[in-house]
């Protein structure tokens, strides 16, 4: 697998360079395609979306596509998905997200069939579903009070995949999140007992190699934290 589990994209020169490290050709002959459904499943402003996907737009790819999981048939994810170079899936309401592939077990089944030939960039949601601890008990420890049991995005009752143990938290120092300082990483540290990556926006963690036996580092221009999972 190769994957780059960023924090809002290819937010910098370093990360845009880990990517092309990872691709077997360069951009101007690769094709990307670009999940949307983590950000419609999120309401209002989506001026950051915009800017993220012109930033990507930007590589000079060959051919970009949009697709939204939840609104095609099974063969017509499959085929478009396949076709691409590289999945790059949106931010957004990772809750969403994570219910998209959890209503169809074709798209589980499909995602780690690619994971093991394409390579993946994540953003944000995007990033965040694979971790085995993307469960409620993890949602509460991160969630503001306020965000706890959206009407609309409940919490889902199990992950999607379940991939690693550690679990990614994006937006530490966010200009869209001033709450996410370090005082309020400290915070989550006390209560979780699990490892977390607490990634800025100009961080990201990198994955290769076969999975079970996966290389993992960051790459940052920026700040992160790593949570061993001991609370105090």
């Known amino acids: ?33 670009v999940v949307l459904d983590a950000t419609v499943g999120l309401s209002g402003d989506k001026g950051w979306f915009l800017a993220d996907f012109d930033r990507l737009r930007q590589l000079g790819w060959r051919e970009m596509d949009l697709i939204d999981l939840a609104s095609l048939p099974p063969e017509a994810t499959r085929d478009r998905l396949q076709y691409a170079d590289v999945i790059y899936v949106e931010g957004g309401e990772e809750q969403h997200l994570a219910r998209v592939f959890l209503e169809r077990d074709d798209l589980v089944e499909l995602f780690r069939k690619l994971l093991e030939e394409k390579v993946y960039v994540g953003v944000s949601a995007g990033s965040m579903i694979f971790s085995r601890r993307f469960d409620r008990r993890a949602e ?25 143990d550690w679990f990614i938290k994006p937006h530490l120092h966010g200009v869209y999140f001033p709450e996410q300082d370090d005082a309020w990483a400290d915070g989550i540290a006390v209560l979780a007992d699990f490892p977390i990556y607490f990634l800025d926006d100009d961080s990201a963690i990198r994955v290769q190699g076969e999975a079970g036996r996966e290389v993992t ?16």
Do not use: C
């Open 1 to 33: 697998m190769k994957m780059l589990l960023t924090s809002y994209g290819l937010h910098n020169a370093t990360l845009v360079s880990a990517l092309a490290d990872m691709m077997p050709k360069p951009f101007s002959e690769a094709a990307v395609i």
């Open 140 to 164: 509460k420890i991160f969630s503001r009070p306020a965000d706890r049991g959206y009407d609309d995005n409940p919490i889902v009752a199990s992950p999607p995949f379940g991939l690693f």
């Open 217 to 232: 580092d960051v790459v940052s221009e920026g700040q992160w934290r790593l949570h061993d999972g001991r609370t105090l």
